[in-house]
């Protein structure tokens, strides 16, 4: 499967953006999905994941009640409402596809990866 992952940019602390991951060449609804981010000098980390129905969803304490991950099956596309940013928000944002079942958290557990989006928060 291939992934295009969009939507990312410039914007002040505070603010919001929605990045927007669409999936070809496959059957998206199998995939559990995720978003993991890299800022410049740290690991990739996990950010949020959702199953295939969508009807769980997992986030990182430091984005949790912030970020939503939320999927469109129909349209093959899974998304992240970025709310309330902060400087250290600032990464390459990837979207990530894994064929198990159970949403994982660890970057090892997912098979397909989009090239990444940059999000950038001033302060």
């Known amino acids: 499967v291939q992934l295009q992952a969009s939507g990312g940019g410039l914007v002040q602390a505070g603010g919001s953006l929605r990045l927007s991951c669409a999936a070809s060449?496959?059957?998206?609804?199998?995939?559990?999905m995720g978003w993991f981010r890299q800022a410049p000098g740290k690991e990739r980390e996990f950010v949020t994941a959702?199953?295939?129905?969508?009807?769980?969803?997992y986030y990182a304490d430091s984005v949790k009640g912030r970020f939503t991950i939320s999927r469109d099956n129909a349209k093959n596309t899974v998304y992240l409402q970025m709310n309330s940013l902060k400087p250290e928000d600032t990464a390459v944002y990837y979207c990530?596809?894994?064929?198990?079942?159970?949403?994982?958290?660890?970057?090892?557990?997912?098979?397909?990866w989009g090239q990444g989006t940059q999000v950038t928060v001033s302060s």
């Open positions: 990530a596809a894994d064929r198990r079942s159970v949403p994982g958290t660890t970057l090892y557990e997912y098979d397909y």
């Open positions: 060449g496959g059957t998206f609804s199998r995939y559990v």
């Open positions: 959702i199953s295939w129905s969508g009807g769980s969803t």
